[in-house]
């Protein structure tokens, strides 16, 4: 069994910086990949960012490509998203996910980011 942890949600405003964290624990030694998910209100859940657990090869929703980033931490078996240059319409709840393969087959609880013009 897997259990995905978020933290670092916040209110913040315009502008600002704000970074999420994930910690993974239980049966986490065949994880494949890491990323993030946000749902807004009304809008279907989507991707954020993902990181490739072995190699740490990274990928971004366009959304998120110059001011996000997602970073990993093996041996804490974390996963964090510094988000800089937030904008209204990164409000959401921010989930953590996790891939044992290329499919993400484990989610966390979510975290709020209100994102305050």
């Known amino acids: 069994q897997v259990q995905l942890l978020e933290s670092g949600g916040g209110l913040v405003h315009t502008g600002d910086s704000l970074s999420l964290s994930c910690a993974a624990s239980?049966?986490?030694?065949?994880?494949?990949?890491m990323g993030w998910f946000r749902q807004a209100p009304g809008k279907e859940r989507e991707f954020v960012a993902t990181?490739?657990?072995?190699?740490?090869?990274?990928y971004y929703a366009d959304s998120a490509k110059g001011r996000f980033i997602i970073s990993k931490d093996n041996a804490k078996n974390t996963v964090s998203l510094r988000m800089n240059s937030l904008k209204s319409e990164d409000t959401a709840v921010y989930f953590c996910?996790?891939?044992?393969?290329?499919?993400?087959?484990?989610w966390g609880q979510g975290t709020q980011v209100t994102v305050s013009s």
């Open positions: 239980g049966h986490t030694s065949s994880t494949y990949m």
């Open positions: 996910a996790m891939g044992i393969g290329p499919q993400y087959t484990h």
């Open positions: 990181i490739i657990w072995n190699t740490g090869i990274t």
